[in-house]
């Protein structure tokens, strides 16, 4: 009998060991990851760069609170503004994705405050979008658009509307006295691997400087290289200017920590910057940023960046697609997303399943059985999310299961 909480339907194996893109079970089965701890081990399993840093960090100084200056943050935070998404602003750091979107939908919320309705009551309704996912806090789980998700959690945080995504109407619509941010995926992971189009990306920033309303992005699945440009937008629209971005997953490599960034855009008569409304006291975490989590990160960042790994990404991105499309197998209707955030759109229709089984699910544990670790993605996609390290040989390997797999179904 487990004692775990059986949250997640877990598969019928146990994991013992990773190693670049390989991953053993207790059985000694090896497997080759395309699911990378869901788009989190940005290089592979056990990089000896960040072995390293983090066997020497920990056994310097693992922890010891915000309440002192902690210099791995610093640098860690110096990294991230001008290395990674390079525009000005201030970093505070979380454990995790939700966490970093409850601090962004706390800030936004803060804001409205700032810059009250007509009546001088707070704005602070916050539209996000149908198909969304933030992550499980009461603040991320109500900010994401699927029932399944909120089921019996009610009542739920209010103050979110869910416009339909690449839909400039929906989102203009959904726009009230009372918002005070528009808050988005560049491209919808869990929902399915649905990229935002340029136009909805700049429409969305457009509408933001209209009504006065904060750009919020959760770059927690696509940020740190994945979508092969160090932030996910910046492939889709790199003009646009975010105000507001949470990150977690590609930052840790696999150690948990999570960020947000706030921009310096004006907020008030005087100009002082955005990230001067999260003032001392208005947030705090008591792990966020630790020493040990922050040399884990800044091991990630110093490989991203000098082994140039978002260019690595959509390289190897194109590859992938064009070598699947050139399968021309029947149950393959497309293969969608940005970079390593990819997704094979099945054609259900097409092959037998199961009684009572999803698509992604049956051909997600197909491929896990074959020796190929992916990720479901909504009902009908299969998400292949895999380090941005994977070398050209591991990626033939687990697309020649993927191919045989499919070509069974
Ligand atoms: C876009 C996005 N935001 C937020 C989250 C939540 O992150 P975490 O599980 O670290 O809380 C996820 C997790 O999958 C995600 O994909």
Not at 222 to 226: D, E, N, Q, T, V
């Given at each position: 009998m487990s004692f775990v909480l059986p949250t997640y339907a877990r598969a019928p194996i146990t994991m013992a060991k990773g190693e670049g893109s390989y991953l053993y079970d207790t059985e000694g089965k090896v497997y080759v990851d395309f699911c990378a701890g869901i788009a989190t081990c940005s290089l592979g399993?056990?990089?000896p760069a960040q072995v390293e840093a983090i066997s020497r960090q920990a056994g310097t100084l693992m922890h010891c609170s915000n309440l002192y200056g902690i210099e791995q943050q610093e640098l860690l935070a110096k990294r991230i503004v001008e290395d990674v998404i390079a525009l000005p602003g201030k970093v505070f750091f979380s454990n995790s994705g939700a966490e970093s979107n409850d601090g962004?939908?706390?800030?936004?919320?803060?804001?409205?405050?700032?810059?009250?309705?007509?009546?001088g009551q707070p704005r602070y309704e916050v539209i996000s979008f149908k198909q969304s996912f933030h992550g499980r806090t009461l603040g991320a789980m109500a900010a994401t658009g699927q029932e399944k998700i909120q089921q019996e959690?009610?009542?739920?945080?209010?103050?979110?509307?869910y416009a339909i995504y690449n839909n400039i109407e929906s989102l203009r619509s959904s726009i009230t006295e009372k918002t005070c941010g528009i808050l988005l995926e560049p491209v919808q992971g869990e929902g399915g691997v649905y990229a935002a189009t340029p136009e909805f990306l700049r429409a969305a920033a457009e509408l933001c400087r209209e009504h006065d309303l904060l750009l919020m992005i959760d770059e927690v699945q696509?940020?740190?290289?994945?979508c092969g440009t160090m932030m996910g937008w910046q492939s889709i629209a790199p003009e646009i200017k975010p105000d507001l971005i949470s990150c977690a997953k590609g930052l840790g490599g696999g150690f948990p920590i999570g960020c947000f960034w706030i921009g310096d855009r004006a907020t008030d008569e005087a100009g002082n910057p955005l990230y001067s409304i999260m003032d001392a006291g208005s947030h705090g975490s008591t792990f966020g940023g630790n020493p040990l989590a922050c040399a884990a990160a800044l091991a990630v960042i110093e490989?991203?960046?000098?082994?140039n790994l978002p260019a690595r990404a959509a390289v190897i991105s194109e590859r992938i697609k064009q070598e699947i499309m050139s399968w021309q197998l029947l149950p393959i209707q497309g293969i969608r997303g940005e970079g390593l955030l990819l997704g094979v759109a099945l054609k259900p229709a097409s092959f037998e399943l199961p009684a009572g089984s999803l698509p992604s699910v049956y051909l997600n544990n197909l491929c896990r059985e074959a020796g190929l670790l992916c990720c479901p993605a909504g009902p009908d996609t299969l998400r292949i999310i895999p380090a941005l390290t994977i070398s050209d040989e591991t990626l033939r390997e687990g697309?020649?299961?993927?191919?045989?797999?499919i070509s069974e179904l």
């Open positions: 399993h056990c990089h962004i939908i706390k800030t936004a919320r803060r804001f409205g405050h700032r810059r009250p309705m007509s009546n959690f009610s009542p739920l945080l209010e103050g979110f509307r696509c940020g740190f290289g994945r490989q991203i960046v000098s082994q697309l020649a299961i993927l191919r045989c797999v």
